[in-house]
C-alpha cells in the first residue's frame, strides 16, 4: 500500500507497524517525532500502531536554528 | 561549567532564573549559521552558554549519515530550546512546539511567529494566540516579541515565563534600536527580559544588560563573525559586563569636566 | 595577575605592549575619587589593572598620619604612570615629571596640559612642547590628548609611546563622542592607543576596544559608580569583551532580516 | 635661620643637611622628591646638602590621582 | 495660506492627499497645552497648520464665558481632526467620535486608544477593533499607533485612511527613537504616514520627514517651547526641509573625505 | 532676496553679522562639484544664499571660452569667500590669498590648511600661522578648523571674524560628529561659529543651528544630491527651521508620557 | 423631575423640551453634541424630544487637544 | 625670449609689457590675478612692467571650489 512520508510517496507492505517503519528507514527513534495524519503518535505507542493506506506521516528532529 | 561564567566573576550569587530552573549563565545561544555542528559546539562553550534554541525540521529520509546536532550539541549539556522558527500562524507554531515536546520531551520552548519572510518581524496577534494555547497545554513558554510594552504585558498576564523583545530585526546587526521601550518592559516585567534579536556584537549585547535585561539570545552575531569562537568568548564577557555594570550603578552624565586628581597640594 | 585577565580568556597571547614592558590587561586606572586607598585597592584588584595613574603632590608637613597610596596601590603590584593633572603649561608638566622620576625612579609617565579648569581640554600646542621636551629627556610618554588625528600623529613623530585621546571630557561620562577620529587614529598609529576619558559605563570601554583601539584608561567610572568594586569587575570584562569582539571582526549590518534557522525541512 | 617647605615658613638651625630635616619632618625618605630651589636635589646627595638661610623647599610625593 | 507653505517653496504641486482632502501643510499640530487660545490660533497661523487635532469633553455648565476654540481656531479655517485621548477601551474611543461627528459634522477622525496614562502607549489590539467599527460606520480614520510594522498593515488594510506611529513617547520629546521601523511601514503603505508624538524639536520633523514620511503630527514641541510662535514657525520650515530633502535624495555617506575644489590648476 | 530669506520667516531682525557686514541668509554654500555653473547658479539662488565660497586656480590658457564661474554666480550678488583648499602650508595658504585680494579686491576671506589628501582635517598649527599672518596683513579671516574648543579660542583671540569647526570630514555627509564640542565653542565664542563640512542632509543642518550655530556652510551636501536645486531648498529652509527651534527653546525631554488633551470633562 | 446632566442632578419641569433645556443651560447649539441615556440625539430632534425623569444626559463640545 | 607662464613655456618679444602678453592672452584681465616671479604684480602696474627673460609668470582667476 502506498503511504507519504514528510510529503514522499513510500511502498509499504500492509500491517506495518510504525515501530517497524522507522527501523527500516534507518533512523534513529530517539530524538525524533512523529505526526500520523496530522495527530501525534508518543514513542510509547510506535509499536502498536499498524500504518493504513494512505497515511500521511511527518517524521521530525531536531536541527541547529536560532 | 560554573567557572567559565558569572560564578567565577564574583557573581556567584546572581543566576538567571526561568520557569524554575535556575543558570548561572545569561547569554543563550542559536544553534544556526555554523558552518558545521562541531564549531557550533566549540562556540556554545566557548559562550558559556546553558541554553541553545533549536529548530525542528523533518528528517532527511535519503541520507542517514548526515551530521546530527545532538551528536555535538548534546541536551545533556545544554537545556534545548526548541523554536518556531519558520512559522507564520499560532497554529504552525503549536503544531511544531507539540511536536517538539513529544521528540525531547521538554515543555519550555521559544515561541515566535513571525508575519512576513523579508523582517521577520512578530505577527503579535497570532504569537499572544499561540502562546495561550500553548500555556493552557502545560507548556512553559519563553516568547520572542516587539518591544510593544503593551504587548510584553498582555504576554506575561498570559503566563508566559519569558520575555523576549527584538533589539532589531532578526539577522540584522544592527544593535537595540529602542532602548526606550525595552526599558519600560524591564521596568514593568516580573518574569526575566531576555532581548532576542538584533544584536550585532559585544557593545550591543553589554547595552542590553545595562538596561537591566536578564539576558541576550543571539544567533548571527557568533555565526556570522570572521572568528566565531572568538566572537562567542566576547559575548559571554560582554553579558557578564553589562549585567555587572548595571548592578554596579553607573556614574551620572556630566555636561563639563570633572578632575580626577586632587586640586590641592599643587606645587 | 595573569590568571584575572585576558590570558584566562583565551588570549594568553594578546598583549599591550608600550615602551617595551608588556601587560596582559588593557584597563588601565586612575587613582582619584575613591572614599579610601582601601576601596581603591580592591577596585584595582577587581579590574585586573597592572597599570594605574597617580599624581604629584606636596607632603602634608602637618599631618604624618596620613593614608598612604603607596601602601595600598603598591609601586611593587602596579606599575605607577606619574601624571600632570593640574599643570596647564608645558614647563609645569615637565617640572612635574621630573620630580615624579625623582620621588619614583620611573620614566615612563603619563602627560597632560590642560587649557581650562571647566572643560579639562588638552592644549595640544603645550602638549606637543611638553611631550618633546620629556622625550628628548629620556622620559618614554604616554599623552593625554584631543581627538585631533592631525595632532596625533605629530606626538607620535616625537616619539611619544602611547596616544591616549579623550572620549569625552574628563568626568562626564559622556562616552566616545567621535568614533570617526578614535578611528582615524587607530588606523594610522604604530604605537598603542588609549581612550583616555568620557567612559561612563561598561559598553562605552566595549566601543572603544571595538574601534580597535589598544586600551582604556578610566578613574571617574568607577570611582563614582554606586558600587565601584562591581564596575570594577564591569570595565574588565568589557575591555576583553571589546578586544575579543574587534579581533573576531564583527557580522555586517543588514537593513532587512536574516532568518538563523534553515528555511529546508519546514513540515 | 628661616626657609619655606611647601610654601610655608620653618626655622632651621644653620648647617642642617636635607637629610636631616627630611627626619626631623617624620616623613619616609622612600617615595618623596625634594626640590630646593627650583632644581631637584637627588636622594643621593640629601645627606651632603646643607641648607642656607631662605631656602625655598618642595616635598612632594605620589597620592591617587587620576 | 497658501503662500506660507510649501506651495511658496516651489513645491506647488506636492500635496498632502488624506482621504480624498487635498492638503498643501504636511504639518498637523495639536491644540492642547497653550497658555489661551488665543495663543493657539496664533501659533497654527505661524506654523502654516491646515489640520488641527481636538478633543471633545463635556460642557462647563457652571460658566457660560470660558474662551472657546471655536472661536479662537475656527472650524471654517482648519480642519479639525477630533481625536480620542484619554480613551482606554475600543468602546469609549468609538463612543467619543460618534458624538464628535454630531458635534462637527465631521467623519474624518483620529483615533487613539491607549494602554495606559503613564506610557501612553496606543494598545493595538483594542486600536485595531476601534478602527474595524468606526470603518464599518463610515468614518474616515486616521490611527495613532506603535511602530510594529504588521500592525500598521493590519489598520491599512482594515481600511484607515492614514498611518500615524508615534516616533516616540507622547509628550517625551525624545524624537524618532526607531528609524528602522518608520522607514519599514513608509516602504509598506499605500496611504499616508504620519509621525505623531514624540518630536521634540525641529530636526526631529526634518528626521522624520527625511525617512519619507508624508506628515508630522506634535503638539508639546510647539505649546511648551519658551516661545511657542517661534517653535511653529520652526516646525513649518523643518517640515518642509526634511520633505524637500527626501525629494532631493541624499549625497552618500563616506568614510573618508572628498575635496569640494578642483585638484588641477594649483599654483 | 530678503524675501527668499530669514526675513520672509519672520526673522526680519536676526541677521548673521560677519566682520561688520549683515547677512540675512545663514547659509553659505561651496560652488564645487556641480554639473555646471549655470546649475551652481540655481542652487544658489534656490539655497538663498548670499555667501558663497570660491577657489583660485591658474587660467587655462589654452581654452579661452571655457565657462566662466563669475559669469554666473556674480561677485556683484554673491559675496565671494575665497578658499584655500588645496593648501597645506601656512605659506601656500598666504600666497593664494593675496592672489585672491588681487584678484577680487576682497579682504575677506576663509582660511583652510590641511594636513594630508585622504581626511582633508586642519592643520591647526600651520593653520594659526597662516591666520596670524593674514590677520597682521590686513585679512577678515573666516577659519576653518578642527572642533577642538581650544584652539577655536586661539583663533579668536588671533583675530579671526569666523570660527568654522568642521561637522564631520570634508565631503563625508557624516553630519555633527561630536555636538558636545560645537556647543562649547559657540558658549565661549563671540564671533559667528559656523559649521563648515560634514553635513549630509537637511537635519544635520538644522542640528548644527540647534546647537546655536551662527551658520552653516556645505558644497557635497547640495552638489551631489540627487536633485541639488531641491535639495539646496531643503537645506534654505532647514537652517531657518534650526535657527528658529533654537531661538524658541525647545521643550524638556521626559522619560515617561505627558497627555496633550486635558483629563478633566471626559465623558 | 430629576435628570442627570455630564453627571450633575437637575431639576426640570415636566415636558421640557431638549432644545428648552439647551437654551435654559445658556450653551450655543452649534457645536454640542447630546447624548441621552447613551444614545445620541440629532439636533434635528432636540425640539421634539421630551425629557424624562431620571434621563442620563451628557452635553459635549470640542475643547482643546493634541 | 622664454618665459614661463603656469608652468608651461612660452616665447615671447623683448619689451613686452604684462598688459601686452595679457591681451595675446586672450584673457580678460579682469578678476585675474598676476605673481611674477612670486612677486604679485598689481593691475596698475601691467601697463608698466616689462617682461624679461626667465620670468615665471602665474597667472590665476576664481573658480567653483567648497
Redesign the interface.
Request: aromatic share 4%; no cysteine.
Given at each position: 500500500m502506498q503511504i507519504h512520508i514528510n510529503g514522499e510517496k513510500h511502498i509499504v507492505d500492509r500491517g506495518t507497524t510504525l515501530a517497524a517503519l522507522v527501523e527500516t528507514l534507518g533512523s534513529d527513534p530517539r530524538g525524533i517525532a512523529i505526526e500520523r495524519n496530522l495527530e501525534i503518535v508518543p514513542k510509547s505507542e510506535h509499536g502498536t500502531t499498524i500504518l493504513e493506506d494512505g497515511d500521511q506521516l511527518e517524521v521530525v528532529q531536531f536541527v541547529g536554528g536560532g | 561549567m560554573e567557572d567559565n561564567n558569572a560564578a567565577a566573576?564574583?557573581l556567584s550569587d546572581d543566576f538567571l532564573i526561568v520557569a524554575g530552573r535556575s543558570f548561572s549563565s545569561r547569554l543563550i545561544i542559536?544553534?544556526?549559521?555554523?558552518e558545521t555542528?562541531a564549531q557550533?559546539a566549540e562556540a556554545a562553550r566557548?559562550a558559556g552558554a546553558e541554553m541553545v534554541?533549536?529548530?525542528?525540521?523533518?528528517?532527511?529520509?535519503s541520507n542517514?549519515d548526515e551530521d546530527?546536532?545532538?551528536d555535538h550539541v548534546s541536551p545533556q549539556d545544554y537545556t534545548?530550546l526548541?523554536?518556531t522558527?519558520?512559522c507564520f500562524t499560532a497554529e504552525d507554531a503549536v503544531?511544531?512546539l507539540?511536536?517538539?515536546r513529544?521528540?525531547?520531551g521538554w515543555d519550555l520552548v521559544k515561541l515566535e511567529v513571525l508575519?512576513?519572510?523579508?523582517?521577520?518581524?512578530?505577527?503579535?496577534?497570532e504569537t499572544l494566540k499561540a502562546a495561550e494555547a500553548l500555556i493552557s497545554d502545560g507548556f512553559e513558554v519563553m516568547v520572542y516579541c516587539?518591544?510593544?510594552?503593551?504587548?510584553a504585558?498582555?504576554l506575561e498576564e498570559a503566563g508566559c515565563c519569558g520575555i523576549m523583545p527584538l533589539g532589531?530585526?532578526?539577522?540584522?546587526?544592527?544593535g537595540i534600536?529602542?532602548?526606550?521601550?525595552i526599558r519600560?518592559i524591564v521596568e514593568q516585567s516580573r518574569v526575566p527580559v531576555i532581548v532576542d534579536a538584533g544584536v550585532?556584537?559585544?557593545?550591543d549585547?553589554?547595552?542590553a544588560m545595562?538596561l537591566g535585561c536578564d539576558g541576550v539570545l543571539m544567533?548571527?552575531?557568533i555565526?556570522?563573525?570572521?572568528?566565531?569562537i572568538?566572537?562567542a568568548?566576547?559575548?559571554?564577557?560582554?553579558v557578564?559586563?553589562?549585567?555587572?555594570?548595571y548592578?554596579?550603578?553607573?556614574?551620572?552624565?556630566?555636561?563639563?569636566?570633572?578632575?580626577?586628581?586632587?586640586?590641592?597640594?599643587?606645587?
Open positions: - | 566573576e564574583g542559536g544553534t544556526g549559521k555554523y555542528y557550533n566557548a534554541t533549536v529548530a525542528l525540521r523533518r528528517v532527511n529520509l542517514h546530527r546536532l545532538t534545548y526548541p523554536n522558527a519558520g503544531r511544531t507539540k511536536l517538539a513529544e521528540a525531547g508575519a512576513d519572510q523579508k523582517t521577520l518581524y512578530p505577527d503579535m496577534q516587539s518591544d510593544d510594552p503593551v504587548y504585558r498582555r532589531s530585526l532578526i539577522g540584522s546587526g544592527l534600536q529602542n532602548p526606550v521601550n519600560l550585532g556584537t559585544a557593545s549585547a553589554a547595552i545595562e544567533n548571527t552575531a555565526a556570522e563573525a570572521q572568528d566565531p572568538m566572537m568568548k566576547a559575548m559571554k564577557n560582554a557578564i559586563a553589562g549585567r555587572q555594570a548592578l554596579a550603578g553607573r556614574m551620572g552624565k556630566k555636561r563639563y569636566a570633572d578632575p580626577s586628581s586632587p586640586l590641592a597640594g599643587l606645587i
